[in-house]
């Protein structure tokens, strides 16, 4: 039993989908999942197992930023032995060729936080990346499905709310999709594990257009992504 989620060992799949709002994390399980059970409620940050075209597989909220999803990932690959994560979150697109409810997959997570410098002594700037045989499938999942996929590098960033806009502009200049604020952080501890991590999002707000969703949508309409997710999963 870990220290945040509570949870008794068997009582999580070796599969998790990880949202970060514990209210999506009970969506995806009622709308999707047979017979599911809710594992935890520690701190509010709601999990779930069920079946899904009958294999297991669970649904565990991670909060907001990387120091929250940090410690949920850790503790689903150290204490429960998970070998497959798939984030499902909300970004805010970048890039002007995306527009509202795209679907992302993130290849590979830049970010400002200094979290993996203090990890590597400051010395080495890790590159935080997908993995490639789950990131493969995604993709042809969402080609089975007809979803058009967007996949490409995004940013993890420290703060929602940002004093230097203009770093967005430069970072789209180099090609980076999105922002969103844990996958950096949820590829390096999937790593450090020898884990399966992959982020799905989809574009909840654009910060060229300041077009945005409700925060009902982000809780319950982002079926695209979650279905893409449960596929790859199983896969």
């Not at 709601?46 to 930023?65: I, N």
């Not at 993995?131 to 929602?160: C, N, Q, S, W, Y």
Request: charged share 20%; hydrophobic share 45%; aromatic share 8%.
């Amino acid at each position: 039993m870990s220290i945040h989620i509570g949870a008794q060992p068997g009582q999580i799949a070796q599969r998790v989908l990880m949202p970060g709002d514990p209210l999506r994390a009970k969506w995806i399980a009622e709308r999707y999942l047979e017979d599911a059970k809710c594992y935890s409620t520690v701190r509010g940050m709601l999990g779930f197992t069920g079946r899904y075209q009958g294999m297991d597989v669970s649904v565990q909220g991670s909060g907001m930023g990387m120091p929250s999803a940090s410690i949920y990932a850790h503790e689903l690959f150290a204490d429960y032995e998970v070998r497959t994560l798939i984030r499902v979150g909300s970004c805010g697109a970048l890039a002007e060729s995306l527009k509202l409810r795209d679907v992302v997959a993130a290849i590979g997570s830049s970010t400002d936080s200094a979290m993996n410098r203090l990890r590597f002594d400051g010395l080495i700037d890790y590159a935080p990346v997908a993995d490639f045989g789950l990131l493969r499938t995604a993709v042809d999942v969402a080609h089975r499905k007809g979803i058009e996929m967007h996949v490409g590098p995004i940013l993890a960033a420290d703060a929602f709310y940002t004093d230097r806009p203009d770093l967005y502009d430069a970072l789209a200049d180099y090609g980076v999709l999105a922002v969103e604020m844990e996958s950096a952080a949820l590829y390096t501890i999937a790593a450090k594990f020898r884990a399966r991590a992959l982020t799905i999002l989809t574009v909840s707000d654009h910060i060229k257009t300041g077009e945005h969703t409700s925060s009902a949508d982000r809780e319950q309409t982002f079926s695209q992504m979650v279905e893409i997710a449960l596929d790859t999963a199983i896969a």
